[in-house]
């Protein structure tokens, strides 16, 4: 068929095999078109293939900007995928017809729009600085920017010859914000004196000046302004002592005026959260674990601040009911890519895959370095890209050893921009579900390296797995972000066909189970207070239901009960999770008047036993306790009727004041 997505794959002038078996077996539903030297020699015939109308995904991306501007004028649907560096340059490069057919199958696969939050920087720039070093480079941006300098303690500085832009003293003590709204506290501010002769003298000074700009440039070799620095959009750092340093981030902050697209790297429902109800705290996984201080609590819900958000994911990653997913791809389109490399990887003709995870900035150079310098990647090793990889969820590792991958390395930097805290529990919590369904061995592990020859050591001879499961699964990834957690979980047990159907999971684990204990009155705090619906009562009678499906293990319940008596237990349940067991019942109290039922039996003889002859309410009209024993219609009723009054208390003693103790003092003197 003429329309039919094509796959060009070339050979690089001969420098890697390519399998057309394998690429046939793996790839169908696509005409295979092979070539030797398509963006040279063979230009024209990629010309008129583009030109037929058909979407073609082209197995190079090095020369993607030649094919695109080759392309430009007839609006060719395209896309390009790296098999040269992530299998045809490799040691084992002869096995990996397998793995190429895995890599162009998921690079066809399509990836939702990106959304975007737009960011403006009018180019009032803030140099802070300690010495002369600073004005040094705010010259330099002057006639870009809007440029003040602010010196922390300086000691001599030169007055300059004529006040090009304003150079004042000042310590920041507090920064917020984000490219194009900074706001910034200073304290000992003070500007200098238009009569500075050798070196400027500055002004009286004060605290708790503020200051607003676009853009900071921090050139004061202290402590950063903000925390995980390098991730906030408008703030650059350099050392002072470093003059590269310093000229590259001179250079950067020139381009940031204008409005930016930033990516919105991810989608909040407030109506899912369960960070807290009433003012009680439970959930706190993503405040815990959010490097720039995006997210913040806002009521029952947090808030994620777009524009600060640096995209690490980790708050979707752990968000136990969905609330917080990721967007740069969505977690479904990301499964579906996941499901296509492995499955098509295992149709070609191949087997025992292990699935590397990396970002494209590090990991993405390493693997090319290593394919140029080195062995390059192992046959069996699948290379899937994301925007971070601390974005990964247990859903994705879930699903990866649920469609067969017999292992999963997650590719780290040696020193991390940022902590990958929430990456470590997410491995650590999928280890214990492995674990528990007797898929043992090394499964999961990271590799935290910036040398490409580490990696390939890691790859290369790494310890032995374990074998994939018996029956890889095939479930198409479609829901929520919860509903797809639960759906790849349970997909891993059927396909590890083990008869295993509960496993103990480590504390802050999205899955669990609520105990009471006996101290419980069925106040039912607990259920309005449960943010998923987990906790359930029922309108006729007193009783407690639970469903463990919808639990999150959150801690609202816990922290809500008066009694102290709710205890979290984490773990998986596959056989009963679904079904609603009831937790505690009692027999309910009927009205001595109408009969309707209402309260618990229990708490109502209670309360009369504690009341009865001890309250000064009940005991000059015994009968006035037969209220409570009345549901909420008849107490106004009889009240209505016999008009008591509830709180009519017996009289109080007459109040006595200073006159009455000086009128006693004199009579007692008198006589």
Request: aromatic residues 4%; charged residues 25%.
């Amino acid at each position: 068929m003429a329309d039919r997505h094509k796959i060009l794959v070339c050979s690089c002038e001969d420098t890697m095999p390519l399998d057309s078996g394998a690429l046939a077996r793996g790839c169908r539903n696509f005409d295979i078109i092979t070539g030797r030297q398509l963006c040279r020699a063979e230009l024209d015939r990629f010309r008129a293939l583009a030109n037929s109308g058909a979407p073609l995904t082209v197995g190079c991306t090095q020369e993607e900007p030649l094919f695109r501007e080759t392309t430009e004028d007839s609006g060719a649907d395209l896309r390009f995928v790296n098999l040269r560096e992530t299998a045809g340059w490799a040691a084992d490069a002869a096995k990996a017809g397998p793995k190429m057919a895995a890599l162009v199958a998921a690079a066809v696969e399509p990836m939702p729009g990106i959304p975007f939050v737009q960011l403006e920087s009018a180019g009032v720039i803030l140099v802070y600085g300690r010495d002369e070093r600073a004005i040094e480079a705010a010259d330099l941006l002057r006639e870009h920017l809007d440029v003040t300098v602010l010196l922390t303690r300086p000691d001599h500085i030169i007055p300059p010859r004529t006040t090009d832009f304003p150079i004042v003293r000042g310590t920041i003590r507090a920064a917020k914000g984000h490219l194009g709204a900074f706001q910034l506290v200073v304290d000992d501010y003070a500007s200098p004196q238009p009569s500075s002769r050798s070196a400027l003298v500055f002004a009286s000074s004060r605290d708790n000046a503020t200051s607003h700009c676009d853009i900071v440039l921090d050139l004061s070799g202290g402590a950063p302004l903000f925390p995980a620095a390098d991730l906030r959009g408008g703030y650059l750092r350099a050392h002072p002592d470093d003059p590269v340093a310093v000229l590259r981030a001179v250079l950067c902050v020139r381009d940031l005026v204008g409005s930016f697209d930033k990516p919105r790297y991810v989608t909040f429902d407030a109506e899912l959260c369960a960070h807290s109800r009433s003012r009680i705290v439970g959930c706190h996984r993503c405040l815990d674990l959010c490097p720039t201080s995006a997210i913040t609590p806002r009521g029952d819900h947090v808030a994620i601040d777009d524009k600060i958000c640096a995209g690490c994911g980790q708050c979707a990653a752990v968000c136990p009911t969905g609330a917080a997913s990721y967007a740069l791809p969505p977690i479904d389109a990301l499964l579906r890519k996941l499901r296509t490399l492995l499955t098509v990887y295992r149709e070609a003709g191949g087997t025992s895959p292990v699935l590397l995870l990396h970002d494209d900035a590090h990991g993405g150079a390493l693997v090319d370095a290593l394919a140029r310098h080195g062995d390059g990647l192992p046959a069996h090793v699948l290379p899937l890209a994301v925007n971070e990889v601390t974005q990964i969820g247990l859903e994705c590792i879930a699903a990866a050893f649920a469609y067969g991958a017999t292992a999963v390395r997650i590719l780290l930097r040696a020193k991390p921009r940022h902590s990958p805290d929430g990456l470590y529990q997410t491995i650590a919590l999928a280890d214990a579900i492995l674990a528990g369904l007797r898929l043992d061995g090394a499964r999961i592990a990271t590799i935290e390296t910036d040398d490409p020859f580490a990696l390939g050591d890691a790859l290369w001879s790494p310890p032995t797995p374990g074998a994939a499961v018996r029956h890889p699964a095939r479930f198409e990834p479609v829901g929520s972000r919860r509903d797809l957690l639960r759906l790849a979980v349970r997909e891993l047990h059927r396909a590890a066909s083990t008869t295993v159907e509960t496993i103990a999971l480590p504390a802050g684990a999205p899955f669990g189970a609520v105990e009471v204990g006996d101290g419980c009155t069925l106040c039912l705090a607990c259920v309005s207070a449960c943010p998923t619906g987990a906790l359930s009562d029922d309108p006729d009678r007193p009783v407690l239901r639970f469903t463990e499906d919808a639990c999150v293990q959150c801690g609202l319940c816990k922290a809500t009960c008066p009694e102290k008596v709710i205890t979290l237990v984490p773990r998986l349940a596959f056989a009963a999770a679904t079904t609603t067991r009831v937790l505690r019942e009692e027999e309910p109290f009927h009205c001595i008047r109408c009969g309707k039922p209402f309260g618990v039996k229990s708490t109502i003889d209670r309360i009369v036993a504690k009341l009865e002859g001890r309250h000064w309410m009940y005991q000059s009209a015994p009968q006035r306790l037969d209220l409570i024993k009345m549901c909420e219609d008849c107490r106004v009723i009889v009240v209505a009727q016999d008009s008591f009054d509830p709180h009519d208390a017996p009289p109080r003693p007459k109040l006595r004041t200073t006159d009455d103790y000086l009128r006693e003092r004199d009579k007692k003197g008198s006589t």
